[in-house]
């Protein structure tokens, strides 16, 4: 693997389907597989094959499909979960296993009411188990963000010795803040013997609003795969976003990383995955929501207007969104009028705009948004305009 090269890992048809409302049937998850290895993402996690036959089956016929990403089923760390992922993945060209158990007090002593020594041996347990089917294993340590950094580092040396290709380290109640979260990360390259050796995997969850920014401290200290969704959808408050991170990366050239993700789909994949899921994302969305590239203060047009970069620091185009949208309201100014004017075939001279501008304020005050009709109706009835302006 490229060190320079930071791997997707889109978790939307396992970890963005267990929102309540948004479940898909298979037809639906391969439309969307499709799009994800076009997309160019490095791993789709397809499912979690022991929960449903329906599960079961969306991740065999996935598995079928799926020529360039490698495909991944979820199980928990027991046999049977393993064999049940191994029997879905036996068609995949690249198949992994995703396998792991919770590591933090909190899951030890209240979900499992084990202790940390039976945690590592069921950790070794089932990597080891699983190298029986695949070579390629990824282990998580659920809740990893609220475990002591130092069991947390005994139970990644574990897993390497049993053949973990990949660690997964979630921020599973998305509790952490990104100092802490890429100070996890850089402890663990700093003290785990065998790190070299294996890919760090960021998994974070949104409930402070800093999976994103999460994901990214830990890329920076280290960590070489985000696990994500379109639309940063998922449970509770939803996940680390993909569209963020692959325009973070890609909009701070210093930092010397990338993604292979091709960019220009990210707004058409944002849609399907939206109307799949019947789950609309909020207009403010970075990247892909409707507001992403509109822009409705008079200030902020006018510096738009006359270059693009001043108020955007991404090209609408290289996320698949064909043009900025200059939006007019009552906050909207002259240079903003006179531009919508002209994509409607009017050009107006400064004593038309400025016979016009006092008309259309009052007319978008009793508006939420001026619209291209509007703009027709409010031309041909203002008389001074109508000799001078031609229709």
Known sequence: MNKNNVQIFDTTLRDGEQVPGCKLNTEQKIVIAKRLDLLGVDVIEAGFPISSPGDFKSVEEISKIIKNASVCALTRANEKDIEAAAKALKYAVHPRIHTGIGTSDSHIIHKFKSTQEKIIERAIQAVSYAKNFVDDVEF?????????????????????????????????????????YGAKIKYLKDNVKGIENVILSCHCHNDLGLATANAIAGIQNGARQIECTINGIGERA???????????????????????????????????????????????????????????????????????ETYEIINPADVGVNESSIVLTARSGRAALAYRAKNVGYELTKIELDILYPQFLNYADSRKEVHDADIHQLISLNKPLKSSVNF
């Open 140 to 180: 998580y340590a659920e809740d990893a963000g609220r475990t002591d950094n130092k069991f947390l580092a005994k139970v990644c040396e574990a897993v390497i010795n049993a053949g973990a290709t990949v660690l997964n380290i979630p921020d599973t109640t998305g509790y952490c803040l990104p100092g802490e």
């Open 238 to 308: 939803g996940n680390t976003s993909l569209e963020e991170v692959v325009m973070i990366l890609r909009q701070h050239p210093y930092l010397n990383l990338d993604t292979r993700v091709n960019s220009k789909l990210l707004y058409d994949t944002s849609q399907l995955v939206q109307q799949s899921m019947g789950m609309m994302v909020q207009p403010n969305k970075a990247i892909v929501g409707e507001n992403a590239f509109a822009h409705s203060s008079g200030i902020h047009q006018d510096g738009v207007i006359k270059n693009r």
